[in-house]
């Protein structure tokens, strides 16, 4: 995996995106327009933890490499070297996939 040139601050995390499903379960071809935004991803980069009003840093709760599923319309979406990542906040994170 190459190093990805962008360091989230604070409780952020950067996930690159899954890709959109192609496929209904039924088996029909999505359009573009018709794909839904992913809500899955592999955390990329993380931030050193939420800064606490005792001056300390908290710890994060995700690491590089989880699998996670976050919010539909959670983080900024951006794109880095034509490949699609979010930046979120780790509390919009909805759970880690083992």
Do not use: C, W
Not at 12 to 32: F, M, N, Y
Not at 42 to 56: I, Y
């Amino acid at each position: 995996m190459a190093k990805l040139k962008i360091k989230p601050l604070d409780d952020r995390i950067v996930v690159e995106q899954s890709e959109a499903e192609e496929k209904t379960a039924g088996g029909i071809v999505l359009p573009d327009t018709a794909k839904e935004k992913p809500q899955r991803g592999t955390v990329v980069a993380t931030g050193p933890g939420k800064l606490l009003d005792s001056g300390e840093r908290g710890q994060m709760s995700v690491k590089v490499g989880d699998q996670v599923f976050y919010g539909k319309y959670a983080g900024s979406d951006v794109e880095i070297d034509r490949k699609k990542y979010v930046i979120l906040r780790e509390n919009d994170v909805l759970a880690i996939i083992e």
